[in-house]
């Protein structure tokens, strides 16, 4: 049985290309720690917080009900983001959060 060469990569500016790219590299990791070491590495650290802030935000108007302008106090993100977030949320067609959130509360049920 012959093992099977993996593709060469090549220069792209393909957006979609370079997005399934990183999607693959970002499901390899199997623990946290793993996904930690390759967020830093892929981040810078303002990069990490923003992306943190966001995920945090995301779970605050989705588990609670406090309003927008609570959650800026609390966690000092703007509120031109937590609106995003929240369109994202609850009205895009792309349901990332959604999909992420449902996931981990399904994954804490068990």
């Known amino acids: 049985m012959t093992k099977t060469e993996p593709m060469p990569v090549a220069p792209t ?3 979609a290309l370079l997005l399934d790219d990183l999607c ?3 499901l390899t990791p199997r623990t ?4 930690r070491q390759l967020l830093r590495d892929l981040c810078t650290p303002a990069e990490l917080r923003t992306l943190s802030e966001r995920w945090h935000v995301a779970r605050l108007l989705d588990e609670t009900s406090m309003p927008y302008r609570d959650i800026h106090d609390a966690t000092g993100v703007s509120t031109t983001t937590i609106v995003r ?3 994202f949320l609850r009205h895009e067609p ?3 959060y959604r999909r992420a959130i449902d996931a981990l509360r399904a994954r804490d049920a068990r």
């Open 94 to 96: 792309h349901q990332g």
């Open 13 to 15: 500016r393909d957006p």
């Open 24 to 26: 693959d590299a970002l």
């Open 85 to 87: 977030v929240g369109r």
């Open 32 to 35: 946290r720690e793993d996904m």
